[in-house]
């Protein structure tokens, strides 16, 4: 993602700021798109994994839907070109207003969380006259193997239906008269990288399709969210999600009936890598114990290591342009790393006053510098779009690669 022209681009630009790729954003679009149109497969976007204006241009230049969780999330989807007949609405809490304006916007579809919702729905499509085209989000019950904060389709979670009130959702279908049932939806979770567990999702969802067959409603879309994760460690080596292996999980196990269609909603896979947070060390503090490094960004730029103490790969790109440079000129091994090379370990800590406030903790880097250059990697998704205004930052500024 980095070579020596881009770092010394950076070197002149005010930081932090979000750094994106293009190009790499590109690849990762068509890898997905080929290996989901092999089997007719429907991708909608997760917006919510990233809404900056550019990274809604690209990705609405693909064909993909958009998978929305608020009305601004419909509303940005629609101005930026997505088509209304590919927006669908998801949300455990969607607002009066919010179902309101999605109506107005004649979507394509809303996920709906409870019966209450499904009422609610309906009686706000009766006051326009209009019929809502609905999914039921079920609750599957499966265990995602991801990080407990991202698990979201274990029973007695806040999202979704559990199985044992759907004969109260099928009633509810049977008196709403201005709601079209339309098919079923699933999200477990995200980060998955153990594709194994899509396959205990097909199973259920293959239950669930008979089980609404059965109660006289037919099924024409098998929506089955999102989650499929990135390589946090190797954002070089490893950085487009593996599609093919994914989309040929839902192939191979699910039972997709003639004239139905398959919907994923993926957010992560698509962007995270494309994206850096790039900011500078402002402060080197020696501590008795450790060494700190104050970066001018923090959790108010990119809050994903503070929330879910999640892992993101830090880099000190100074030092490896410089030991690049050098290589060239004399190095004392294949990697160019010269012997007296330093390398000690740091807390990378950002500007804000909480404590929490730490990227990682002993991180093994070269020796840093005030004004080096950091990134920190594969966060195209949920960072920008989390970033706040706490103790009145000023807003991450965005730079792209062409
Ligand atoms: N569909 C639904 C219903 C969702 O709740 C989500 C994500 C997605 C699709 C997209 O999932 P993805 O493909 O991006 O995994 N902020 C957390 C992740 C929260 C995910 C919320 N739901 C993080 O930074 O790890």
């Not at 969607?94 to 979507?107: F, H, V, Y």
């Not at 001018?296 to 503070?306: C, H, S, V």
Request: hydrophobic share 35%; proline share 2%.
């Amino acid at each position: 993602m980095f070579n020596t022209n881009i770092i010394n681009r950076f070197k002149s630009l005010e930081t932090p700021f979000y750094y994106y790729d293009l190009g790499l954003l590109r690849q990762t679009l068509d890898a997905c798109r080929n290996a989901s149109a092999q089997y007719g497969f429907h991708v909608h976007y997760a917006l919510k994994a990233n809404f900056n204006p550019k990274i809604l241009d690209t990705i609405q230049s693909y064909g993909f839907g958009a998978d929305c969780v608020s009305g601004n999330e419909v509303n940005a989807a629609i101005e930026h070109g997505f088509e209304k007949s590919k927006v669908v609405f998801a949300g455990v809490g969607k607002s009066d207003k919010e179902i309101n304006q999605a109506l107005d916007a004649d979507i394509f579809c809303f996920n709906v969380e409870s019966v209450q919702e499904l009422i609610i729905i309906n009686d706000l499509a009766e006051a326009k006259n209009k019929k809502a085209n609905v999914a039921i989000r079920i609750n599957p019950n499966v265990d995602a193997r991801t990080h407990h904060f991202i698990t979201t389709g274990l029973e007695e979670n806040k999202f979704g239906i559990n199985s044992w009130q759907l004969n109260d959702v099928t009633e509810t279908l049977r008196k709403c008269a201005n709601l079209q049932f339309l098919g079923i939806h699933f999200h477990i979770g995200s980060q998955i990288t153990d594709l194994e567990v899509y396959k205990s999702l097909c199973i259920r969802i293959n239950e669930m399709q008979d089980w609404f067959e059965d109660h006289g409603f037919p099924v024409k879309v098998l929506n089955t969210g999102g989650g499929l994760g990135v390589d946090y460690h190797h954002p070089d080596t490893n950085n487009i999600a593996d599609f093919e292996g994914y989309f040929k999980v839902f192939k191979d196990f699910l039972n997709v009936k003639p004239g139905q269609e398959v919907h994923f909603e993926l957010g992560r896979a698509l962007v995270a890598q494309c994206s850096a947070l790039v900011s500078r060390v402002l402060y080197v503090k020696n501590g008795l114990k450790k060494h700190f490094l104050v970066l001018d960004a923090g959790m108010t730029e990119l809050i994903r290591p503070m929330l879910y103490q999640a892992y993101q790969k830090i880099e000190n790109l100074s030092q490896k342009s410089e030991v690049r440079s050098r290589k060239s000129e004399d190095s004392d091994n294949d990697l160019g790393l010269k012997t007296q090379d330093l390398r000690l370990k740091y807390d990378v800590v950002g500007p804000i006053c909480e404590s929490t406030d730490c990227f990682q903790k002993d991180v093994e880097l070269p020796e840093s510098f005030r004004g080096d250059l950091f990134a920190i990697r594969t966060a195209g998704a949920y960072g920008e779009v989390m970033a706040s205004g706490y103790n009145l930052r000023d807003r991450v500024q965005s730079v792209y690669s062409e």
